[in-house]
């Protein structure tokens, strides 16, 4: 006889398909399938099954013929019907073996006193029995019962142990998952409240890294303050409270982050106990708040901003106009010049202002046009030096370029605007006489420009808005410069638009290192190598 012996499907060697497949041999048969009842653990859930030495072809014909067929049940647990042989060869039985010794298709109902778990089909040649079925002693038919009925306890006793290993696992996966991604930051501890887990979110809010502060005493990690600035006593701390039987729900309170930054949460804790209600684990979920109303902040204050923006230069303008329209005004040529200079300057301000918000509105509607050519940043970049020094010569410059840079395929005019922004950012936000360092190098792929400063640094958790519309760094010494928060979005814009990308990497108070890529436009030619 031959029969089809496809590879066993990727989870055989489970626990799981361990049992199916002893449980089959056990009872002469060489393939089946066992198919889990929906109500075994999920009524809403569809039918699980678990092959063996069963194609995935052959299953729906095989499951269209036990449907129609008789159904095993408590009273009759073994149905045996004898298959065609046209139908047994759909199975991957061949026609001769079929046709000589017929074969058999058998139904087990599986099942306990808590109810069915499913049915084992399986299919076997008609001349075998197994141990269950040997009626060779006239008492043999009570005994054969009674072993047959001991074998479908065991193994339902297995495959239920299984069913619910595999939902476990499942279930935890579904737990790492929601932990793994959660926009909320995770903490956990033990009962001696040691951080034992600490999710990404946890990590992007405070600016820890899990490896560093696992076992680490949590309130020590977080140095939590009440809204007044006052640091909590431990009989304060949330977890604590939690173990206690207290309710914390949306508890507001200040934490601190890696570098020193406060900023305000809302926390929510709770604890696992075991069956004796002894605390075993606590879970601290922490929501960032800052960012929820430096958006309520935004919307409030962009108008004031913008007016404020507005109206400067407008006010400038203004009044020097009119100084130049009195009939008495009696001003000579140098200062006759200054004035319409400022007016000049205040104008061009104003200009770009609007341009920005313009600009802004374009990105939002996915109308930014680019007329993309070969660039040489290098030229580019000595170009816009040379501007810089002559509008501000006390600006220290410091130039890095490798030899030969590639040149990269990019819109020049919006190129020299993102280094016109990142540059007037490093003189704007440096306070004394500024230094900035300008470098370029090269990768395989692309073309990498930096632009440093020494200035105030920006923040660990600010470094992820940044680059968002309207957000200005929350430094108070950055609150008299002007500006609208628009340049760095801008540039981010652009950048991606060349299919480039833009990031920063800062401390603060030591400087800040804004960086950006451009395609080359020639790729690298790396070395062949033979083996």
Known sequence: MSW???????????????????????????????????????????AEYTLYHLSEEALPALLSYVQEA???????????ETLPPALAARFGIAQEAAEQQGVECCSLALYDQNG???????LRLATLRSCFEDHGAESAGTRTDETLLHFIAQLTAGLRFAL?????????????????????????????????????AMERLT?????????????????????????????????????????????????????GQRFTVAVTASCVRNAR??????????????????????????????????????????????????????????????????????????????????YASRIQAHGLQMDIASLDLEHLIRKMIRRLHAKAPDVEVSLSFPPQLPTVMADQERI????????????????????????CFATGEEVIVSVSDHGMGISVREQEQIFNRFHRVGEPLAQPTPGAGLGLYICRAIVEAHGGRIWVESTLRQGSTFLFSLPREEKAQLPMVVF
């Not at 499907?9 to 056990?26: F, K, Q, R, V």
Request: hydrophobic share 40%; proline share 5%; aromatic share 6%.
């Open 4 to 46: 089809s012996q496809p590879p066993l499907p990727e989870d055989s060697y489970d626990h799981m398909s361990t049992l199916i497949g002893s449980a089959i041999t056990l009872l002469r048969g060489e393939s089946g399938v066992f198919a889990v009842s929906n109500e075994a653990f999920d009524p809403q859930s569809s």
């Open 70 to 80: 008789m159904q095993p049940n408590v009273q009759h647990p073994l149905v045996v």
């Open 116 to 122: 069915s778990l499913g049915t084992l089909y399986f």
């Open 164 to 200: 619910r290993s595999q939902a476990l696992v499942k279930e935890q996966g579904r737990l790492a998952a929601i932990f793994q991604h959660s926009t909320e930051g995770i903490l956990t501890v033990d009962n001696a409240l040691r951080i034992i887990d600490f999710n990404p």
């Open 207 to 259: 600016g820890w890294r899990e490896n560093e502060v696992l076992g680490r005493f949590y309130f020590k990690v977080l140095r939590p303050q009440d809204r007044q600035g006052n640091d909590l006593r431990l009989e304060e701390s949330p977890i604590l409270q939690a173990f206690a039987g207290q309710e914390v729900v949306n508890r507001e309170m200040v934490i601190c982050a890696r570098d």
């Open 277 to 358: 209600g002894e605390t075993m684990n606590g879970i601290l979920n922490v929501r960032d708040l800052t960012r929820e109303r430096q958006q309520e902040e935004q919307r409030s204050t962009f108008i004031s901003v913008i007016s404020h923006e507005l109206q400067t230069p407008i006010a400038i303008i203004k009044g020097y106009a009119s100084t130049l329209a009195r009939t008495d005004s009696r001003l000579d040529a140098r200062a006759l010049r200054l004035r319409l200079v400022a007016i000049e300057e205040e104008a061009d301000r104003l200009n770009k202002l609007v341009g920005n918000l313009l």
């Open 416 to 439: 020299e605007e993102v280094i016109q922004n990142l540059l007037d950012n490093a003189v704007k936000y440096s306070p004394g006489k500024p230094h900035i360092d300008v470098a």
